[in-house]
């Protein structure tokens, strides 16, 4: 019933290859979208810089995004900026950082019992920190995805928790999810923040630990937002509406059909990698918690305006947002719980209230 | 002074292409890179001024800039967008291809970079689809020929009869002549 009201039906939505596309994928894969009466090409894309600059010149209709990518392009902060929208959070957490094994066993030499914990206590990191500095090394090197991310903030927050100051003790670099394995492997890079599987991938390959999650610092933050530019929003409502409905549907079965979301996800038109690696972050193995990464539930896919302020107090409080912009109003135009509930409400979903509205 | 320009692209075809021209311009191209060679480090030790980098590479992550939050590279780059106009984004991203510069050079300085690589990317795009199509013609040139002769040897008839029989089979079920090929070759391939 819904076809006839589509402005569009043939879309490509771009993604980068990380557990958190799963709704994405899954809508693709298992009927989702086709049930709404939308065609969607799946465009796997190698960067967060390529995704960002797509979706702003039309090349692709929306996309899976950090969660503050939207954010950032409305501000005018990122280089190719328009506003954006989101009525849809992906999921919740699904973050980890993962630390070389030369630089864990010099911990564990430290003091095996700290070494061990986790979330990895940051102040055993800056014995490490100050010995090398007194022995004249080259400071460590921390990777993040992107400069606007919650991997940048989470990583910034736990070296901070052990008085590790960016620039000052620890560099700290981008590198793009797909080749956060190979940076470990060649050995100049001490640790990496990355959204999974990258994390359980490196464990596997034997390259490093994961010594803290998302969970661990920031829980119940939305980490994926689906996102369209605001005019693109505008010329096509119903059809952003259907996409929104569908998402939600997938992303309630990723979270009721877990190993099969991670048989789907390793394909190679999609992740392309073992089986075993995607879906240890999923099912909470190789000692990762079961509850790292959530899909649907509770509430998982409210884009919620106070986590938007999250983000933007974050981009304010390190010099990546011009200290006169309007956090609030941007918030508010940005992030879309309305949309959503509309969504959510035409595919018999329960609504969280307005004022129940979570902070992290 | 010429720029000086980082070209990086896996493709070295376009790399090339992209080369020549900026060379031809006046530009200086000091390094070709191929995806995981870290440009960012490179800009200093090369006193680069401009990278021209493949929208799809991987690299272009590095090169966003972090602005106060890190990053201690030498020279800070910044993408090419914020002052050039619309039109010429738009047409860089759908061309394939993304632009850095050395944060405050004049952007009216680095448009003529970019512009000569838009084209480049754009002859490359279109070298490769025309060659996509010739090799389609002569594929399916192949298989009219196959089929050809499947027909001359079952029906007993001439050349010319074979391919009149195949076209008007064509025209009939609203297909492509290669597609009653197809079908030709894999009716032969069943019944041996």
Known sequence: MAKARLEKTRLTLGMVPLVDCAPLAIARERGFFAAMGLDVEISRESSWASIRDKVAVGVLDGAHMLAPL????SAG???V?????????LSLGGTTVTLANAVWDRLAAINPGAARMRPLPATLLRRLVEADREEGREPLTFASVHPVSSHTYDLIAWLDSGGIAVDRDVRLVVVPPPQMVARLSAGDIAGVCVGEPWGALAMRQGLGRVILTSGDVSPGRVEKVFAVTRAWAEAHPETHLAVLEALIGAARWC??????TAEI????????????AVAAPLLGEDSLPGDLIRFHRPAANVPWRSHALWYLDRMAQYGQLPPETDRLRLAETVFRPDLYRLAATRQGVDVPPDEEEPII | ???RVIVVDDERERAALVTQA????GFQVVAVLGAGACPAHRVTELAADVIIVDIDSPDRDMLEDMRRVTFDCGRPVVMFAQDGNPETIRAAVEAGVSAYVVDGLKPERVKPVVDVAIARFRQFQELRSELGRTKATLAERKLVEKAKGILMRQRGCGEEEAYRLMRKMAMDRKVRLADIANRIIEAAQLLG
Not at chain 1, 70 to 73: E, F, N, T, V
Not at chain 1, 81 to 89: D, E, K, Q, R, S
Not at chain 2, 22 to 25: C, D, V
């Open chain 1, 70 to 73: 939207p954010l950032a392009m």
């Open chain 1, 77 to 79: 902060v990122s280089p």
């Open chain 1, 81 to 89: 900026g328009v506003p954006m929208m989101t009525g849809l959070a």
């Open chain 1, 255 to 260: 979270d009721d059909n877990r190993a099969e």
């Open chain 1, 265 to 276: 996800l390793a394909r190679p038109h999609l992740l392309n990698l073992p089986v075993g």
């Open chain 2, 1 to 3: 002074m010429s720029l």
């Open chain 2, 22 to 25: 900026l060379t031809a311009n």
